[in-house]
């Protein structure tokens, strides 16, 4: 008989960030990225499997259906002081689970080396940002630091659509709506959400995952109506953001989708988490402030990622953060090594790190010597 309080109480203890519940498998723990198993006498059995979905779903119904209709479950579950968001799915017929730990306290936004100019970019009254990266890039983290900056700092209605919710929020100077996505749940869909939030004088919409054209036409609807939409893309840099986000369209429909966006987006900001020297995770982030520059290069026929790279690099006194700066400040202040420095980027983009990491460190040099 599996104890799951017992696995999730260590798993806590142990600063995990996810734990595994696979058939076959000791319960798995990921601690700083690297998978660590639980101690325990024996694998999971398939009666233990069919007992962990029992823990979850608690005889929910509208839960039950949408795992047996579509194979599939997200939810959220509250153990003791944590939130788990539980993902079950099926591999062999038998259920599967990922729980992801989350922590009530949010760490604070001046903590998380996210560049000041993606906070300072929340004063916008209207327009799209984009927090982006791949799964376990820490874009959940950032987008609700970003949500609790503004509930401290500015008087709006902020309303979240998220599957689930994760963090929960109190209203402070701001009013918070949180919404949870899904069948039985607080709305249908993304897209349903963000087309009824035009009717709920929200200051700011903030939708938890952008994964299909309805939610994106949703979008771009609700910020052209004058409203800040902030959310959250699977991509892995600025500039593939882009082209995500017009491919969602139809070809005939690219050009006109092309003008919207490059008139709306305000800021991508695309995230890495690396583990440090010291085994702790950093944030590695690229950021894309959208000038006339960038706008230029959206609305062209066909898009060139080189080109949105360098409309990046030589924009970086309007607040834009190439990744390779990002990267190579990490190495210069020995946060990182360099073989994880090199690891990030392309081979062709070796020799621009090296000479960035030598200009860094030149500066670096300069500034010791005036400061003594």
Do not use: W
């Not at 700066?325 to 081979?347: C, G, H, M, R, W």
């Amino acid at each position: 008989m599996i104890d799951i309080d017992k696995i999730l109480d260590t798993a806590r203890k142990k600063d995990a960030s996810d734990v595994h519940l696979i058939c076959g498998l000791k319960p798995m723990l990921r601690i700083r990225r690297e998978l660590i198993e639980y101690e325990c006498p024996s694998p999971l059995v398939e009666d233990d499997m069919y007992e962990v979905y029992d823990y979850f779903v608690r005889g929910n119904v509208d839960k039950d259906r949408v795992f047996k209709e579509t194979k599939k479950l997200d939810t959220s579950f509250e153990f003791e002081d944590i939130r788990l968001r539980v993902n079950i799915s099926l591999a062999n017929e038998i259920p599967v689970f990922t729980m992801r730990l989350i922590k009530n306290e949010l760490p604070k936004y001046e903590d998380l080396g996210v560049p000041d100019i993606v906070r300072r970019m929340t004063y916008q009254p209207q327009g799209l940002m984009l927090v982006t990266g791949k799964t376990n890039s820490g874009k959940t983290t950032t987008l609700n630091a970003l949500i609790n900056e503004i509930n401290e700092n500015q008087n709006k209605k902020i309303l979240t659509l998220e599957n689930p919710v994760e963090y929960k929020h109190t209203s402070k100077k701001s009013v918070i709506i949180q919404k949870e996505v899904g069948a039985g749940r607080d709305c249908l869909s993304f897209s349903d959400g963000v087309k009824n939030s035009l009717r709920e004088d929200c200051d700011i919409l903030v939708i938890g995952e952008i994964r299909d054209r309805e939610t994106m036409e949703a979008a771009i609807e609700t910020a052209e109506s004058g409203h800040l939409v902030i959310g959250t893309l699977h991509t892995k840099s600025c500039a593939e953001t882009i082209d995500r986000m017009v491919n969602f369209y139809e070809i005939r429909d690219q050009q006109t989708v092309k003008y919207l966006i490059s008139s709306l987006l305000k800021l991508v900001i695309s995230q890495r988490l690396l583990p440090s020297k010291t085994g702790e995770l950093v944030l590695v982030p690229e950021v894309m402030v959208v000038d006339n520059i960038v706008s230029g290069i959206i609305r062209k026929e066909k898009i060139s990622v080189s080109e949105i790279e360098d409309a990046i690099q030589s924009n970086l006194e309007k607040g834009s953060i190439g990744l390779i700066n990002s990267i190579a400040e990490l190495f210069v202040n020995d946060v990182i090594t360099l073989e994880q420095a090199k690891a990030q980027i392309e081979e062709k983009n070796i020799e621009t790190l090296n000479r960035t990491i030598m200009q860094l460190k030149i500066k670096k040099e300069k500034d010791n010597r005036i400061n003594q």
